[in-house]
């Protein structure tokens, strides 16, 4: 926009055009601001003179009282060949029409020729137009249960990670980590963490949360192929902001669930759109997982949630107990956590069963009750196999020296054994990845991991194997 000469009156340059209005303040600013445009300009035909030249006409023609009520307030914005004029409010414009139109008009033509076309209207009509939309309350579609929040969800080393990445999520979705991938065993509170987001977010105002388990994502898409309306399926899921799915593993090997799963994964990502998975395993040990899907998974973060240790555990029963208003002795909540270690639903069940117990014979928990309540459970724990057990019986199963587990030999009749140790210390002991490495000989996590897959890989490729290890596990655990 240009600025014209200021020798009568001074324009002010707003967003919308030119205000008739002065302010001395301006003055200086303005004269340096149209010494620069005039250069940049010589040459060119300005509406901004021509404009000037209809303010000297009106000032002369009208009298100072109507100039300064209706010309003063007009903002003005020459577009090809309409001369917008804009006033406060329609009142306004009538008013000036009403009192000095004819003048106003003729002025206007007089300098800027019969052809130019004047065009009223109202600066308060734009900003209405412009105004946000109201918000609306947020949404939740799907089973989310209220009781599972960020505040009562107790942080461990195990799951702090886990733990940030939700937050961060909750509080800016679809900013930087999507999708978040969640994955850990069963009962280690992944569900309850992608509750808390919901529940977060659902908080906040206009948020559309789709939350659903890969099991009824999988009968949503049966149901409406069968009923001919997978047009509205797919249109459902792209309306939402957040779509979270539960167990998506439920979903590898589906070939058609996948496919639509794919295309929903897209439109939604390129929108930015926050999407959040949760499985129970990683991306890489999906065997039966398209690529493509698998590389989408890996796109943003993924998180893991490790089995709680002893702290974290007793922390947790300490906050059950207390949300069940509970007292539980430090001795009877040590027995319970020392015992069961890698299931925090499970411990949170021995908890409901020896609170109902006390509830019914009407006194109050000790060790002696917690002992004998939970008999079956804590004495299944307590014979819970160790790395070492799991050498030696599969050293025998296999019929090689226990001693071949912590070797260095590679032929295959003593390695392969080795990977399947690996393997069952993995699936039946908490121990982590560099625990399990270090028991096997000091070898590096990395080779536990790649044992692990591959044997997942051969359960899944070959049915008499998986037979074979499901065999293998059972008596292992006795
Ligand atoms: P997952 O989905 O991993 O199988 P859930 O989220 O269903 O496990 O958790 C099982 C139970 O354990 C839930 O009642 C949950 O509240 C509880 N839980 C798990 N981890 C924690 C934790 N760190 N703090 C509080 N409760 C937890
Ligand atoms: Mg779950």
Known sequence: MILTQTTHMPKIMTQNGISSRRSLFLDNLLDMAVFICSVLTMNK????????????????????????????????????????????????????KADCGAIFEAAIHSVFGQNIVIKYEVNSTKVEQISKPKDIPSHIDGNVDPRFTFENFIVGSSNEFSFAACQAVAEKPGDSYNPLYLHGGVGLGKTHLIHAISNHLAQKPNMKIAYRTGERFTNELIKAIGTRSTDQFRENYRKVDVLIVDDVQFIAGKTSTQEEFFHTFNALHEIHKQIILVSDRN?????????????????????????????????????????????????????????????????????????????FIKKSINIEMAKSVLREQLHVVVRSITIEDIQKKVAEYYGIAPKEMKSSRRSRNIAFPRQVAMYASKELTPSSLPEIGEAFGGRDHTTVLYAHRKINDNREKDKAFNDEINHLLTSLRG
């Open 283 to 359: 991306p890489h040990d999906m065997s039966h997982l398209e690529e493509r899907l698998r590389s989408r998974f890996n796109w943003g973060l993924v998180a893991d949630i490790q089995p709680p240790d002893l702290e974290t555990r007793l922390a947790i029963l300490a906050s059950k107990a207390e949300l069940a208003g509970i007292t539980l002795d430090q001795d009877v909540s040590y027995l319970l956590a020392s015992r069961i270690t890698n299931n925090v639903r499970e411990l949170e069940g021995a908890l409901t069963r020896l609170t109902a117990f006390s509830h």
């Open 45 to 96: 035909p300005s509406w901004n003179k021509q404009w000037q030249a209809v303010i000297d006409l009106l000032q002369q023609q009208l009298p100072k009282q109507k100039f300064d009520a209706w010309i003063n307030p007009i903002e003005v914005k020459k577009v090809d060949n309409s001369l917008y004029v804009s006033g406060s409010s329609y009142f306004f414009i009538n008013g000036l």
